[in-house]
């Protein structure tokens, strides 16, 4: 059974700071790996699919990385900025069954 | 467009009340699917729909029956839930299940009383 980690659960920025979140998965046979978005009572924005032929993805301000076979992701927000505060999802969607299992999430706060 | 849109926005209903939940995109995408998402949990998969057949249904009480009219439309009927039923529920859509991006819904918040 997929499982799936993030680390850390929750991270408090000042304004302006790089910063890198964690995504660990169990069962490394995956289609691809997608990072959303989720602000508080809302749905989720897709930010970021990487494949898993794939190494990593960049938008904008985001780059997010693969290493498929040590079971972990990195999403990298540069400069980042209070509007980036939200909590950030990261889901694996498995090969066999086209499941998209999701993490916990990171809860980031960006201050001012 | 990459919109999934979900009505009602919020819904107050009765352990003895039948409602609806509707979910609909017009992106051509064929696969379709229901999350459950209780508070600061993630979301958890519920039914897949694939070119308007059910494909998965994650072992999901009958209590909630989902439904897909036609390619653009995706239903979920509640009836005779339960006060732990209330939760955002979430709708996406995707070109296939395979490889494409999942696009979601902003969801609709349910408490049942």
């Known amino acids: 059974k997929q499982e799936v980690t993030q680390i850390p659960a929750a991270l408090s920025v000042p304004e302006g700071e790089n910063l890198v979140l964690n995504c660990s998965f169990t069962?490394?046979?995956?289609?691809?790996l997608q990072w959303f978005r989720q602000d508080p009572g809302k749905g989720l924005t897709s930010l970021l699919l990487i494949q898993s032929s794939q190494r990593e993805q960049t938008s904008g301000r985001l780059n997010a990385s693969l290493d498929k076979s040590s079971g972990r992701s990195t999403l990298y927000i540069a400069a980042s900025q209070p509007g980036d505060s939200a909590t950030y999802l990261c889901?694996?969607?498995?090969?066999?069954?086209?499941?998209?299992?999701f993490g916990k999430g990171t809860l980031l706060t960006v201050n001012p | 467009d990459t919109e999934v849109t979900q009505t009602p926005k919020h819904l107050v209903m009765g352990m003895t009340n039948k409602k609806s939940l509707k979910c609909e995109q017009h992106m051509g995408h064929r696969a379709m699917y229901w999350y459950k998402q209780k508070a600061k949990k993630p979301p958890e998969l519920m039914f897949v729909y694939s070119y308007e057949k059910l494909s998965i249904n994650e072992s999901v009480p009958s209590r909630f029956s989902p439904e897909c009219p036609n390619s653009s439309l995706l239903n979920l009927h509640l009836h005779a839930l339960q006060p732990e039923d209330s939760a955002l529920y979430l709708c996406?859509?995707?070109?296939?299940?395979?490889?494409?991006?999942?696009?979601f819904g902003a969801g609709t918040r349910l408490s049942v009383l």
């Open positions: 069962d490394s046979a995956i289609y691809n």
């Open positions: 996406a859509s995707s070109q296939g299940t395979g490889e494409n991006i999942q696009y």
């Open positions: 889901a694996v969607k498995g090969s066999s069954n086209y499941k998209l299992t």
